[in-house]
């Protein structure tokens, strides 16, 4: 027995991905579960598994194809026993055609297993909505199908159908804000294609900007002290297999932060008309990758040790560059934190990762001349100085606020005690 | 093409005028398609309305009244001798047809059907001949087959045509009432016809190959018809064939033969009723890609397509039960289709009724299908002798029984023999199609005392408790 397969829903809204990789060949006999096809969705890598014991007999994608959930990407020959035992799975991804084609005939003149009980207008409903009653669940007394049961049944199938899934993609499309000129009339040009990472990016910082009325905010940060403590236990910490990074003491920083003010770690829900504060503290870290900007999350910032983050952040890091991260990793985030400083660069402006509500950016820090102390007579002297940057939601956060959570990091990182004391 | 040849276009052609094809032309029609409809016949209605349900129901309908006076001595009123003038029987059988026809013609012209009188034959998937007809060819969009059967004719008789040997169409016609009649064939229409001459004064033999009467259909509902037709009819021979029949001017010698018997017997009148053939051939199938099967019966999908993507067919030329009412529902389903509606034929009851006296009528799952199918069934029964509306009409030997999965309760078929199970059986076709459960049938409240109470009653034995019969025990 054949069977098709197509891309399932990935949750989450997610409608479509690029193939990566094609783990399977024709002919290949594979076991239920086998890695079929990595495909990448937003930003994260899947691999799919194969749903039936069988061989493949037909490939329908090759790696860069953009494909959308209900799409057939192969074709199996299932093993017998199999697929008797799959077949409601089957045809519940499989809604026949409107127009039945004539081999439906045979089954409809030679029944082997009785009808699915349902009334005659039920049946039509099913014939119009293209649902195979055999896949719907019943509701009606012992197993009857009703004409309910049928709507819902093609409701929950609407999403593969072609338009709908048209749609979503172009929901999912950035947003195209001007026509574009024939560029070629200025020298010759080429195309690329946006992948996934970069057109998620494109989306979601375009939805960001447009949005949310961004205020920034700017400062120095002197990390002489913090700096000293890093090399300090540098070694130490490595050879449990973390890197202390100044990012390690950022995320204890901001979670510190987080809770003095909690409505940095918050989302706004404009329908609602309310801000959900988030009681827990996950942290996203934007990675630079070969692929583009991608955000791994760090999560219970709060609970986890220097070292534990150190650990787990090298980790993290390491697996988003091999593109090894899952979704879930990908998801959760209350707050973000963009450290641009190994690159090196000043001040610059971050953009909010939404439904967040702020983030934190860090420039590289060099040695500079700081006139110190405030109190006593004034002396230049060469610190360590970073440049620091907190950019918020102005509409659910204000440029005080934005200013008042800038000194709260500053002061943590600048005084590895206060780092201590905020730890517990 | 000769010059001067008139080929007209239509957007959908139905041939053949009978209830499948006017139904067909008429569902399309509605749907907004131009539909021309061809037929030999000078009017529609087919055999249905000319030689065959609406006139034996006609006849049928006199034969009740005859039995139903006669059976009245007993409950005190006692009829004289009836008078039988057989041309107003006629006329009467006539009238009836002529105001259904009518009634068809204003239909078709209300509805902007164009009706054409012709022998069409398919000259190309495209496009038909018409013979006999003044428009010379028709090329159409899409066509629908729906050309019918006709009676199979005695194999090896060689018989003269002089009317004596005759299929239904003749027996309809009514040209006397022999003294003996020999009906070959113990199914419906024999069975219908052979009554309704019996009571008219005929002494009537049947002959059947079988051992006994309407084979297929279950012996129970069968048996008490049985009984009623050995009193009414002279003879009754099971495993019996007729092997010659020679036709004389005023009589026709037939052989009869059984298990080593072998005898002549003269009849005035023999009445052929051995089952109908697919109308297929003679229409230039040939040309195009339309398929016939082993028996000649047109091959069709769900949807009533043929192998042809612009031919569907429907009705008895594509085999199944040949019944009006199938055909009327297939030529929904292909108009519907035609016009790009996601139709399909999945009728999961199909009543079947014999009009004889006592009526027997049944649809979904027989019990004699159910043992070839192996499947497992719970059968509830009510005799009508518990039926007090039943003893009213003297009705006592009907039955109503029905079919129930044993897991789900639900009614998968439902039989019934006894006055009225033409229009009775219609609660069962329902349930079945709905997919109801012995418990709503039981749960409906039928008005007492009528005969429509045997399948509430017998829906309340199978779950345990049935007011009018001791229940073999309670289930719940």
Request: net charge negative; hydrophobic share 45%; glycine share 10%.
């Amino acid at each position: 027995m054949g069977r098709s397969f197509k891309l399932p829903d990935l949750g989450e809204g997610i409608h479509e991905g690029e193939v990566l990789a094609v783990l399977v060949a024709v002919g290949d006999a594979v076991r239920e579960g086998d890695p079929i096809l990595e495909v990448e969705t937003d930003k994260a890598a899947v691999e799919i598994p194969s749903p039936v014991d069988g061989t493949v007999t037909e490939i329908r994608v090759k790696p860069g194809d953009l494909v959308r959930v209900g799409e057939v990407l192969m074709t199996f020959e299932t093993d017998t026993a199999t697929a008797a035992a799959d077949a409601p799975a089957a045809a519940d991804r499989e809604a026949p055609a409107p127009r039945p084609a004539p081999e439906t005939t045979e089954a409809d003149k030679k029944p082997k297993r009785p009808p699915v009980p349902a009334s005659p207008a039920t049946r039509r409903l099913a014939r119009e909505l293209g649902v195979d009653l055999s896949a719907v669940t019943a509701t009606g007394p012992e197993g009857l199908v009703t004409a309910e049961d049928v709507r819902t049944a093609a409701a929950q199938s609407e999403a593969p159908e072609p338009d709908a899934a048209l749609e979503a993609a172009a929901a999912l499309r950035p947003p195209q804000s001007t026509p574009l000129p024939d560029f070629d009339r200025w020298g010759t040009t080429e195309r690329l294609p946006l992948r996934a990472v970069r057109r998620a990016t494109a989306r979601q910082m375009a939805l960001a900007w447009s949005q949310i009325p961004h205020v920034h905010t700017q400062d120095w940060v002197d990390l002489t002290e913090l700096e000293a403590l890093r090399r300090k236990h540098r070694e130490a910490v490595a050879a449990r297999g973390g890197r202390l990074t100044l990012t390690v003491f950022a995320l204890k920083a901001a979670a510190a932060a987080l809770k003095r003010h909690p409505d940095f770690n918050a989302s706004l829900d404009v329908e609602a008309g309310e801000i959900i504060r988030k009681h827990y503290f996950h942290i996203g870290v934007a990675v630079d990758t070969d692929d583009g900007l991608i955000v791994p999350v760090v999560r219970d910032v709060d609970r986890k040790s220097l070292r534990e983050l150190a650990v787990e952040l090298a980790e993290l890091v390491d697996r988003t560059r091999r593109r090894k991260i899952t979704r879930e990793a990908l998801e959760g985030a209350t707050f973000t934190i963009t450290n641009v400083g190994p690159l090196g660069g000043g001040h610059f402006s971050a953009i909010i990762n939404a439904p967040q509500v702020a983030i934190v950016g860090m420039g590289a820090a060099r040695m500079q001349p700081v006139v110190l102390p405030a109190d006593g007579p004034a002396k230049i002297v060469a610190r360590l100085m970073m440049p620091l940057v907190v950019c918020v939601d102005h509409r659910v956060l204000d440029g005080a606020d934005a200013i008042r959570f800038m000194q709260t990091v500053k002061s943590i990182l600048q005084d590895p005690e206060e780092l201590l004391l905020a730890m517990t | 093409m000769v010059m001067g040849e008139f080929v007209q276009e239509t957007e959908l052609l139905v041939i053949g005028s009978g209830p499948g094809g006017y139904a067909a032309a008429f569902r399309a029609a509605d749907l907004g398609l131009e539909v021309t409809m061809v037929d030999t016949a000078e009017r529609p209605g087919g055999a249905c309305l000319f030689r065959g349900c609406i006139p034996s129901k006609t006849l049928l309908h006199l034969s009740e009244l005859l039995h139903d006076a006669r059976r009245a001595g007993p409950m005190g009123i006692t009829f004289g001798e009836p008078t039988i003038d057989l041309a107003a029987v006629r006329s009467w059988k006539s009238r009836v047809i002529d105001r259904l026809a009518g009634g068809l013609v204003s239909l078709c012209r209300q509805r902007g059907v164009q009706v054409i009188r012709g022998h069409a034959e398919f000259a190309s998937s495209t496009q038909v001949r018409l013979h006999d007809a003044e428009v010379s060819g028709i090329k159409f969009g899409h066509c629908i087959l729906a050309t019918g059967s006709r009676p199979i004719p005695l194999p090896g008789a060689s018989a003269v045509k002089g009317g004596r040997v005759m299929t239904s169409t003749g027996a309809l016609g009514l040209a006397e009432v022999p003294a003996s009649l020999l009906v070959v064939g113990g199914g419906y229409v024999g069975l219908e016809l052979g009554s309704v001459y019996a009571s008219l004064g005929s002494r009537v033999v049947l002959v059947e190959l079988g051992d006994r009467l309407l084979p297929g259909t279950d012996p129970d509902l069968v048996e008490p018809l049985q009984r009623r037709l050995t009193g009414l009819f002279a003879a009754l021979h099971f495993n019996t064939r007729v092997t010659a029949i020679e036709e004389a001017e005023t009589a026709v010698t037939a052989t009869l033969e059984s298990v080593g018997e072998s005898r002549r017997q003269r009849f005035e009148r023999v009445l052929v009723a051995i089952g109908r053939q697919p109308n297929s051939r003679r229409l230039g199938l040939e040309n195009t890609r339309v398929k016939l099967d082993a028996h000649g019966f047109v091959v069709v999908d769900a949807q009533q397509r043929t192998d042809d993507p612009r031919i569907f067919a429907i009705g008895d030329v594509v085999g199944g039960a040949m019944l009006a009412h199938k055909a009327i529902h297939e030529g929904k389903t292909a108009a519907e289709v035609v016009a790009g509606r996601p139709a399909a034929f999945d009728a999961r009851a199909i009543p079947a009724v014999v009009y004889t006296d006592p009526q027997i009528a049944w649809c979904g799952l027989s019990e004699e299908a159910a043992r070839r199918e192996g499947r497992e069934v719970r059968i509830a029964r009510f005799p009508w002798k518990f039926s007090g509306r039943a003893l009213t009409m003297d009705a006592p030997e009907g039955l109503t029984k029905i079919l129930i999965d044993p897991q789900s309760g639900r009614i998968l078929g439902v039989g019934m023999v006894g006055r009225s199970a033409e229009a009775l059986i219609a609660e069962g076709v329902l349930a079945v199609e709905m997919g109801a459960l012995a418990q709503d049938l039981a749960l409906t409240v039928h008005a007492h005392p009528t005969l429509s109470e045997t399948i509430e009653e017998a829906d309340a034995l199978f779950l345990g408790s049935a007011t009018h019969i001791l229940s073999p025990g309670p289930k719940g």
